[in-house]
């Protein structure tokens, strides 16, 4: 089992930044890729950016430019800095990990519980 937790979501104006971080603990495990999701009320969840092992990353077309995802594997840690904020930003940010666990060949997929990013105008 995998637990992931998230930081960083608040209130900002529109053109501020935020950092978002989420840290993975438990069980052993090798990370295949980690990325960041979010929803907005009324809305459907849907990909923010994420990034493979191999440093490879994708983007939302409606972030891109402006957002910028980053991780340090020595802490387990997946990050998003987001930069020129916008209102349509507003959103229930999720954490979302690809792993697999010591002893497995299987992919397991691990969420955090979410951070709420408020962007004013």
């Known amino acids: 089992q995998v637990q992931l937790v998230e930081s960083g979501g608040g209130l900002v104006q529109a053109g501020g930044s935020l950092r978002l971080s989420c840290v993975a603990s438990g069980s052993t495990f090798s990370v295949n890729a980690m990325g960041w999701y979010r929803q907005a009320p009324g809305k459907q969840r849907g990909l923010v950016a994420r990034i493979s092992t191999g440093g490879s990353t994708n983007y939302a077309d409606s972030v891109k430019g402006r957002f910028t995802i980053s991780r340090d594997n020595a802490k387990n840690t997946v990050y998003l800095q987001m930069d020129s904020l916008k209102p349509e930003d507003t959103a229930v940010y999720y954490c979302?990990?690809?792993?697999?666990?010591?002893?497995?060949?299987?992919?397991?997929?691990?969420w955090g519980k979410g951070t709420l990013v408020t962007i004013s105008s």
């Open positions: 979302n990990w690809e792993v697999r666990e010591y002893g497995s060949k299987s992919l397991m997929e691990y």
